[in-house]
């Protein structure tokens, strides 16, 4: 059972480069989500989406953009990297949180990126 | 400000010692999830707990969720080292009228020395 799969695992970028990281269901989940994981910070959400060619921004959207032209399929993009975007980049999906839902967020494994 | 509180931020206990998790929230809980991550890897989900009151168990480790459905615990018993990662919760809340969102904890990192 694959999951949720990004790539790739880890990257090194210089500042100023551009890249894109992509994330991948086989769930049918309808959400899809892009989070940072930094020390003392906890998740933070960058973007979501709530459907085929739907996006969204969440607490710490500036210097991400993402599209989801497939169900199936997220992508994280970041167009000119700074260091401060040095992180644990994890992708998740799941059917839409509601006062009944009863489906957690499924998580990847993660893409290590450092900018220098 | 953060609307999942988590306590303590950091624990470390002697294998075999009992201990506690707790995941504090100033709004009413619709769901709530505990998650564990291990260093360098991903979030791997342990429980769901939706009702107020409900308890669920899965090996030593059990979750609760109050009747007020504000607060959960998490309690491992008789800790392991394969116990060791860090502990986040997650919670389904109420974002403004019929709008609800999941919101994470910042982590406990639960360190169990043999």
């Known amino acids: 059972n694959a999951g949720v799969t990004q790539t790739p695992k880890f990257r090194v970028l210089k500042t100023g480069q551009s890249m894109t990281l992509l994330c991948a269901q086989d769930?049918?989940?309808?959400?899809m989500y892009w989070y940072r994981q930094d020390p003392g910070m906890g998740l933070r959400l960058i973007h979501y989406?709530?459907?085929?060619?739907?996006?969204a921004k969440g607490e710490v959207p500036d210097g991400y953009n993402v599209s989801r032209l497939k169900k199936q399929n997220f992508l994280l993009g970041l167009e000119s990297a700074a260091p401060s975007q040095t992180s644990v980049y994890f992708c998740?999906?799941?059917?839409?949180?509601?006062?009944?839902?009863?489906?957690?967020?499924?998580f990847g494994d993660g893409t290590r990126l450092s900018i220098l | 400000s953060q609307e999942l509180e988590q306590s303590p931020q950091s624990l470390i206990v002697q294998e075999g010692k009992n201990l506690t998790i707790n995941c504090t929230s100033s709004?009413?809980?619709?769901?709530l999830y505990w998650y564990k991550q291990k260093y360098g890897e991903g979030l791997i989900f342990l429980m769901m707990?939706?009702?107020?009151?409900e308890e669920k168990s899965h090996e030593k480790i059990t979750a609760k969720l109050d009747e007020k459905k504000q607060q959960s615990s998490l309690h491992i018993t008789a800790s392991q080292p394969s116990h060791a990662g860090i502990y986040l919760c997650?919670?389904?809340?109420?974002?403004?009228?019929?709008?609800?969102?999941?919101?994470f904890g910042k982590g406990t990192l639960l360190t169990v020395n043999p």
């Open positions: 997650g919670a389904v809340v109420n974002s403004g009228g019929s709008n609800y969102k999941l919101t």
């Open positions: 709004k009413t809980l619709y769901g």
């Open positions: 989406s709530v459907g085929e060619g739907t996006t």
């Open positions: 769930m049918n989940h309808e959400y």
């Open positions: 998740a999906s799941s059917y839409p949180p509601t006062p009944r839902g009863n489906q957690p967020q499924h």
């Open positions: 707990l939706q009702k107020g009151g």
